[in-house]
């Protein structure tokens, strides 16, 4: 906490419509591919980055947020649950209250297209460190008084 605000990972939910800035249906905030113009990932492609670039170094979703795929993995509140995206409402989903496992989401500068797309989940344990694992915070919005 610091001048009166708190801050904290954004849930699993929270984190995915934010990459699709709430309305990208496709594979990638920006369309059905990524490229190596839009994202640090592994794109099989000569003089790629082999690590993570300075935030901003690529094109921001259509809501301004930079690296929201590759880069590095973020960190988000949720712990795993395999069931997840069966089981939990469409709208406003909680993660499990518990478990062994947190989520990452976003990929990062060594994975392949395919595990940077919105949608695609992975988990550690919270007390692994990682130099490819990253997060981002969430800065919930209060209604001014008065």
């Given at each position: 906490m610091?001048a009166?605000?708190?801050?904290?990972?954004p849930?699993?939910?929270?984190w995915?419509?934010?990459?699709?800035?709430?309305?990208?249906?496709?594979?990638?905030?920006?369309?059905?591919?990524?490229s190596?113009?839009q994202?640090?990932?592994?794109?099989?492609?000569?003089?790629?980055?082999?690590?993570?670039?300075?935030?901003?170094?690529?094109?921001?979703?259509?809501?301004?947020?930079y690296?929201?795929?590759?880069?590095?993995?973020?960190?988000?509140?949720?712990?795993?649950?395999?069931?997840?995206y069966?089981?939990?409402p469409?709208?406003?989903?909680?993660?499990?209250?518990?478990?062994?496992?947190?989520?990452?989401?976003?990929?990062?500068?060594?994975?392949d297209?395919?595990?940077?797309?919105?949608a695609?989940?992975?988990r550690?344990?919270?007390?692994?460190?990682?130099y490819?694992?990253?997060?981002?915070?969430?800065?919930?919005?209060a209604a001014?008084?008065?």
């Amino acid at each position: 906490m610091r001048a009166g605000r708190t801050y904290r990972l954004p849930t699993e939910a929270e984190w995915e419509y934010a990459c699709r800035a709430g309305v990208s249906t496709t594979a990638y905030s920006f369309g059905s591919a990524l490229s190596i113009h839009q994202a640090n990932f592994n794109g099989d492609v000569m003089g790629r980055l082999q690590r993570p670039s300075p935030v901003g170094s690529y094109p921001p979703n259509a809501w301004g947020l930079y690296d929201m795929h590759g880069n590095l993995w973020e960190w988000v509140a949720d712990w795993f649950d395999e069931a997840y995206y069966r089981d939990s409402p469409r709208r406003d989903p909680q993660g499990p209250a518990s478990g062994a496992s947190r989520v990452l989401r976003g990929g990062a500068w060594y994975c392949d297209a395919r595990m940077c797309r919105a949608a695609h989940r992975a988990r550690n344990e919270p007390d692994r460190r990682y130099y490819g694992y990253g997060f981002r915070v969430v800065l919930p919005w209060a209604a001014p008084h008065g």
